[in-house]
């Protein structure tokens, strides 16, 4: 089964924002990457955890925009029980996340889903995905 990803320009708004709505502050990070050791998804990442909180530390707000990390982070909190900083990076992903989707973009748009796709996947995991890729 194949979901459809929505090409578009994504858009994070600043730093500042994203420490706003994370509640963490990533200048923190010293880049140990104990983060990305620990986290079950980075196969599938673009940029590791590690690299993604690099990046925030230098305002690469394009950068960030447009990469999928924060989409494939499955928000298990495996990094930020191990971070030795205290930042709860899971938190920030989830930031990173509604940056995006307060701006109505859609990470997966529902109207593309093939009727096979929408009859063979568990109700819960629908409703689940729609809450994390859909503004
Ligand atoms: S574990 Fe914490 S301090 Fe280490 S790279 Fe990840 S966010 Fe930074
Ligand atoms: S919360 Fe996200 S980034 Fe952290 S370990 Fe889990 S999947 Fe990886």
Redesign the pocket.
Known sequence: MTLTITAQTLSIASIEKLNELSGESVK?????????GMCPMVQEMDYS??QV?HMAQFGLVGKLADINTYWKCASCHA?SV????G?D?AKVMEALRQQVLRKSKNYIEPSRLSAEAIAEMPQIALVAGFRKFTS
């Open positions: 923190l990070c010293m880049q140990c990457a104990t983060c990305t955890p590690r909180m990094c191990k971070c030795p900083r930042i990076i």
